[in-house]
């Protein structure tokens, strides 16, 4: 499972008032033939757009740029076409991959510590859906996190990991279909990274529509990867995705 997030789990200061976990699930035998679709769709995106295939896509820069040059060369209205055409093409790339979404409205959940409560709710989708539906064992790759607090949420989470139950009270359900520690992977260098960023990225987008960019339809960007969520991970919502 590829992972990246939108927003930040502080609750003090300039803190966003959301923190967004994506999860992109691909099976080990996918993975060339994904790698394969992500490098002809990133040689389209160049011809089209003239976006170097070595420039990382990061949805939020495409919107404002801030640290990435090459965009400056890009007008606004082809960076948010660029973000339209990669949410189009990503049920398409990823046809047997499934996302986990999980959404954290801060206020919700006031006195909570956000980061634990997200990465325990992703980690806990995940290992439920490598247990019931795919029977094998998964990785977590992240982009750049608290890779220690990740960590020590883990290897908590293998021992010990309380799932309030359909009749009484609670019942352990440690994550051991989950192997080892987190792996850590900078999204420069992971085009699975960067497809992960635009999910939770539009996610956001979706959740808190700003006003200025309603012109350019992003907050309905998200919808067109129904066909890859993994809906079950919350009955509560639409989409599957896990807000409590």
Known sequence: MYVDESGDPGTKGHASPHFILSGLVINQDDWDKYLNRLKMFRKSIKDKYGLNQRTEIHTAELIRINKIEAYKKIRKSNRINIIKD???????????????????????????????????????????????????????????????????????????????????????????????DG????????????????????????????????????????NKLENILLKRASSNDEYGVVRK
């Open 183 to 222: 792996f850590m992977r900078d999204s420069q260098h992971s085009y699975f990274i960067q497809s992960v960023d635009l999910v939770a990225h539009i996610l956001y987008r979706k959740e808190y529509p700003k006003g200025s960019l309603k012109k350019f339809g992003l907050e309905y960007q998200f």
């Open 86 to 180: 990669y949410c189009s093409q990503m049920p398409l790339i990823f046809d047997s991959a499934k996302i986990i979404n999980i959404c954290i409205d801060k206020k919700e959940h006031r006195d909570r510590d956000i980061f634990e409560l997200a990465w325990s709710r992703l980690l806990q989708r995940f290992d439920t859906y490598l247990k019931k539906s795919v029977k094998d064992k998964g990785i977590v790759v992240a982009d750049d996190t608290d890779s220690t607090k990740l960590r020590v949420l883990q290897r908590k989470m293998r021992v010990y990991n309380p799932i309030t139950s359909h009749y009484h009270g609670y019942y352990n359900a440690p994550i051991d279909n989950i192997i080892e």
